[in-house]
């Protein structure tokens, strides 16, 4: 009897972690990013390390070949638009926003087109 409710136990703390976990997700969204003036492995870890010090991003993958920046954020907390400030700020173009010009200056060369 005492293993069926610890089983119990385990079965209902498992279930609980799910919940939470569920619920965190369902607030999440995903937003693709297009960069068009990427061009290196340092453009793409420069916008990585960016996005990830937005608050709210829970996660960032950034394919340089394709040019594009999937962000999965934490609705509430970021907006796409707080999405492209950050890529920016960073020196480069996001969708329809313009690259900071001043951060685009401060780039390494090989970044600047």
């Known amino acids: ?62 394919d340089k070949d394709a040019k594009v920046a999937t962000v999965r954020y934490e609705a509430g907390k970021v907006d796409v638009k707080g999405l492209e400030k950050a890529v920016s700020m960073a020196g480069y173009n996001a969708n329809d926003t313009a690259a900071d010009p001043k951060a685009h200056a401060d780039l390494p060369d090989c970044c600047k087109i």
Do not use: F, H, P, S
């Open 1 to 62: 009897m005492k293993i069926v409710r610890i089983i119990a136990g385990a079965m209902m703390a498992g279930a609980l972690g799910l919940g939470l976990w569920a619920c965190q997700q369902a607030g999440a969204k995903v937003a693709e990013i297009k960069v068009n003036n990427m061009v290196c492995g340092t453009c793409a870890a420069a916008i990585e390390a960016a996005l990830k010090n937005v608050e709210g991003v829970q996660d960032v993958k950034v």
